[in-house]
């Protein structure tokens, strides 16, 4: 079982967006002192609720500053970005680290960003699985060219080329946000693990990983190869002596982080959007993960793996909304949960 933290730099009310930054650093710091696996990067535009805009910048900086732990992006956002941009980066990442890096792509949302950056709508409803395609042959293949309805150039040549990682074969890792059977299925298609998120209970998720696997087999995957995926799952990690006072913790702080952050999304075509109830989301949360002592926690990721298969897990730490508490949590986990997990 594999356990790391899911990082979104988090602008918690009456933060400066430098504190919801530092935090997400040292995050990544002590989560390697601490026996964690990894760390997972969240990637969000113009809004409090996350104040990293380029996951992979980030990550290119926590792989200078660490030795072992590996770096992913939870996720990247495809359709704001050129495939072939981002899969530069991407090589360049993987290498540089030795294979440390993993990238997460998903969409995103139908907001603003596609207005800034200039993609559009359509990036978001229609070209995702163009853009995956390119930024997967990006990574695989020595020279790339595109005839596709979005993307169209003549033949060029990869440099660097991912697949030349001194002492190992291969480009970096490749997963996939899925929050619905489409992308599931396009995953699957790519035989591509998939990052699901914290909103889901074990049930869901174990309905996902069922429809994945039966789809990478009709593409060709084996039964095998389809067991052995490695998919993610999302979810929120709060670790104290008892359940009642983790709890707490977190409805106390998240509940303002959300309804900032959430409110702040604007949909890029005016379309109406609800919104969760932060108090409620948040103990929904509480419910779904492992929230409370070590020993609940542990019984709780167990339970996950068990029911879903899924044995890789990206957990939001920073919850508390403060930094000492956050460096307390994931040094907890460390000592106090992993060794119960083994």
Known sequence: MRVGAFVLAAQFPGQGQGEALHR??????????????????????????GTCP???????LLLGRTQRLRVGTA???????????????????HLLSGGRFSLGVGRGGPWVDLEVFGSGLRAYERDFPESLDLLLRWLRESRVSADGERYRFREVPVVPRPDELI????????????????????????????????????????????????HAIAAGRTPEEAD????????????ADDRTEA???????????LRE??????????????????????????????????????????????????TRF???????????????????????????LR
């Open 314 to 340: 990206a957990l939001l730490v920073e919850g508390s909304g403060d930094l000492a508490a956050t460096e307390e949590n994931v040094r907890r986990i460390g000592a106090e949960v992993l060794p119960q």
């Open 228 to 239: 052995g995926a490695g998919h993610v799952s999302a979810g929120v990690a709060q670790i």
């Open 24 to 49: 997400a650093v040292r995050t990544a710091e002590v989560a390697e002192e601490a026996g964690l696996d990894s760390v997972w990067l969240a990637e969000h535009h113009f809004v409090p609720y």
């Open 167 to 214: 002492g190992g074969a291969g480009g970096p890792e490749v997963v996939v946000a899925c929050t619905s059977a489409k992308s599931v299925r396009l995953a699957a298609g790519h035989g591509l693990p998939m990052l699901l998120g914290m909103h889901c209970g074990d049930e869901e998720k174990a309905e996902m990983v069922a429809l994945w696997r039966t």
């Open 54 to 60: 380029s996951a992979v910048t980030l990550a290119g």
């Open 261 to 310: 952050g959430l409110e702040a999304h604007v949909t890029v075509d005016g379309r109406h959007r609800s919104m969760r109830d932060p108090v409620a989301y948040t103990e929904l949360l509480c419910g779904l993960h492992p929230v409370g002592s070590p020993r609940l926690a542990a019984d709780r990721l167990a339970a996950t793996a068990e029911r879903t298969g899924i």
């Open 75 to 93: 996720v990247s956002v495809l359709p704001n970005t050129h495939p072939v941009a981002l899969g530069e980066q991407a090589a360049l990442l």
């Open 247 to 257: 709890t707490e913790t977190l409805v106390k702080a998240m509940p303002g982080w």
